[in-house]
């Protein structure tokens, strides 16, 4: 009874805060726009948001962040119908039916089923989250530091899996990572380590400058060469909205694409995209007209929007429970949880369940806003296209450096986030990944002090093996590092067969 009325106080807080509710509201807007400009990503407005949202209370500032996850997923999808332009990475699979609706006229019909796809797919991961996380929280709530650092040790091995084409350069993006988060007092034995003198560095590198310089300063940089938006024809909005006999009608390819991107996205280092090319794949091999697709069969944007805005509950499920981001946003939401005093993993649900609660009510009010937003303003998210996103970049630019002072008010942290990004900058010049950085830098910190606190106290590496979960965690790592060698392999010999 007690728990029932902690879950009905805190979703009643959710709802009769005026504050929270105008930020998810600001967020889930500020994500459509994110994610309709080409260029601009939810992970680069998550980034500019956390220090903005540094002073608000933790559900209203995630909740915002949440927004602006939630948005810029859906955002994607409109540049990608209109324009063949994917707003986003996850939007990419939306072009190949949602342009040829649009050039057959039907481009309001297009956007509408991305919209309410959207949606629904994300409502679905929502339910199964609320369902699955409690559920693996409590499993995980016995761990100790064996399994804190066989579990940390998996979300490196990560790295190999998001490596990108070059295996090789994702594991020294990785190891930079690894050696950022080394910067600062030694866990054990309190020595100073790789400050270089400085008295800035004895907290090691602030998370906030070096998410800006990772990953906001890059895309600002790469955005002042981003070709000007193409022109397109003003769009006439009819049928925008889907009838229910139409919904009905799609029931089981809504439901089937949920369910996948889902599973993918609670699926470390996988992601929208390929959740999107799973779903349309499934969804042309069962369909009665598989030549279609490809030439503007409205399931094929059903199937690629619900299941890469599935994503977004499923990849909560091990951020939350286990504190594993998955992908490059729920990267800066781990960043945002820890600026806001809140450890991901099991004890998260039991020392602030309330706060738990609020994050469950604000993403599915998140979700609600989304399709409202799109459902009354596509005309102006259609014009929104229009503006060159190279002229975004100057505010762009202030917020960042704001932003990476703001958080402690230092000089200091606006210099390192340059440096930062100036490397980042060159790192995605030379093709190297971002996300085995940041990966490296959240969990190589956890990694290092976990596995010499379990040394320390076990006298040996025995206990990684005598521990069942620690050493499931460490025989999937390998299997993953294994497997991602082997097809990065495969790749290179057949680009090698193939020239």
């Known amino acids: 009874m007690g728990d029932f009325s902690l879950i009905i106080s805190a979703v009643a807080g959710v709802f009769t805060d005026g504050i929270t509710l105008f930020s998810i509201l600001v967020g889930t807007f500020m994500g459509l726009i994110f994610g309709a400009l080409p260029g601009l990503t939810a992970t680069m407005g998550v980034a500019l948001l956390i220090p903005m949202t540094f002073t608000m209370d933790a559900v209203p500032a995630l909740g915002m962040m949440l927004g602006t996850y939630v948005g810029g997923i859906a955002g994607g999808a409109i540049p990608a119908i209109l324009l063949n332009i994917p707003g986003t990475p996850d939007a990419v699979v939306t072009t190949m039916d949602g342009y040829p609706l649009s050039k057959k006229g039907r481009g309001a019909e297009a956007l509408g089923w991305a919209a309410y796809a959207s949606g629904i797919g994300t409502f679905i991961s929502w339910s199964m ?22 579990l940390a040790f998996f979300g490196l091995s990560i790295i190999a899996a998001v490596s990108g084409k070059t295996i090789v350069k994702g594991f020294i993006a990785g190891f930079l990572g690894v050696a950022i988060s080394f910067v600062g007092i030694d866990p054990i034995w309190g ?68 369910v996948i991107g889902t599973i993918v996205g609670a699926i470390p280092a996988t992601g929208g995209n390929i959740a999107a090319y799973i ?10 007209d598989p030549e279609s697709f490809g030439n503007g069969n409205v399931k094929g944007v059903i199937s690629a929007e619900t ?126 990944p971002m996300a085995p950085t940041v990966l490296g830098m959240v969990l190589g910190g956890m990694f290092e002090g976990e596995f010499r606190r379990a040394l320390r106290l076990n006298q040996g590496l025995a206990i990684f093996i005598e521990r069942p979960i620690a050493l499931c965690f460490i025989l999937v790592a390998f299997l993953l590092i294994f497997s991602s060698i082997v097809r990065s392999y495969k790749i290179k010999k057949q680009n090698m067969d193939s020239n």
């Open 129 to 150: 989250l609320v369902f699955f996380a409690p559920l693996l929280a409590k499993v995980c709530v016995g761990f100790g530091a064996p399994e804190y650092a066989a």
């Open 307 to 432: 299941a890469n805005n599935a994503v977004c509950g499923g990849a909560l499920i091990p951020l939350l429970t286990l504190g594993i981001p998955g992908d490059s946003v729920t990267a800066m939401l781990l960043g945002g949880l820890i600026i806001h005093g809140l450890r991901p993993g099991p004890m998260l649900f039991a020392d602030n369940p309330s706060v738990v609660i609020g994050l469950f009510t604000a993403l599915l009010l998140a979700t609600l806003m989304m399709v409202l937003l799109q459902t009354i303003g596509i005309q102006f998210f259609v014009r929104v296209l229009s503006i060159p996103v190279n002229f975004l970049t100057p505010t762009l630019v202030v917020l960042s450096l704001v932003g990476s002072f703001a958080l402690r008010n230092s000089y200091f942290d606006v210099l390192l986030a340059l440096v930062l990004g100036g490397m980042g900058y060159l790192m995605t010049k030379a093709d190297f």
């Open 279 to 288: 779903a349309y794949d499934q969804t042309k091999r069962i369909a009665k």
């Open 191 to 258: 020595n100073l380590r790789y400050t270089f003198g400085s008295i800035n560095l004895m907290g090691g590198v602030s998370l906030m400058p070096a998410l800006i310089g990772f990953y906001s300063i890059p895309q600002i940089l790469n955005s002042c060469t981003f070709p000007s938006n193409p022109k397109m024809e003003k769009v006439q909005i009819k049928n925008f909205i889907p009838s229910l006999k139409d919904l009905w009608r799609e029931k089981f390819t809504i439901i089937r694409s949920s």
